[in-house]
């Protein structure tokens, strides 16, 4: 049973910073993309950021040069550091897997199909 746990999640003001977590356990795909997702209460989901098992990365342009991954293949954990937070920040995150997926361009239109269970982000002005 594939699981993600996020963590990390809480309240800054903006120009602060948050790093979230995502865990993954029995996920035994040899091949992998992780996406961190976003998500307003009755909005489609926005692709944030993705990371695959080639070393690929994609960030999407509101967050380029603010927010940074990071893989640790033997803990199964890839975070998300978010620095210079602004208020349109303001999310819940998550994470999700998927078999398939590349980390470049159209990343976050794959089928994801194994998430967790998100964490908020409140940044305030």
């Known amino acids: 049973q594939v699981q993600l746990v996020e963590s990390g999640g809480g309240s800054v003001q903006a120009g602060g910073s948050l790093r979230l977590s995502c865990t993954v356990s029995g996920y035994s795909y040899s091949r992998w993309c992780i996406g961190w997702f976003r998500q307003l209460p009755g909005k489609e989901r926005e692709g944030v950021a993705a990371?695959?098992?080639?070393?690929?990365?994609n960030y999407t342009v509101s967050v380029k040069g603010r927010f940074t991954l990071s893989r640790d293949n033997s803990k199964k954990i890839v975070s998300l550091q978010m620095d210079n937070l602004k208020p349109e920040d303001t999310a819940t995150y998550f994470c999700?897997?998927?078999?398939?997926?590349?980390?470049?361009?159209?990343?976050?239109?794959?089928?994801?199909?194994?998430r967790g269970q998100g964490t908020q982000v409140t940044v305030s002005s």
């Open positions: 990371i695959d098992s080639e070393g690929l990365t």
């Open positions: 999700a897997i998927d078999p398939t997926a590349i980390a470049t361009v159209g990343w976050a239109g794959a089928r994801f199909p194994f």
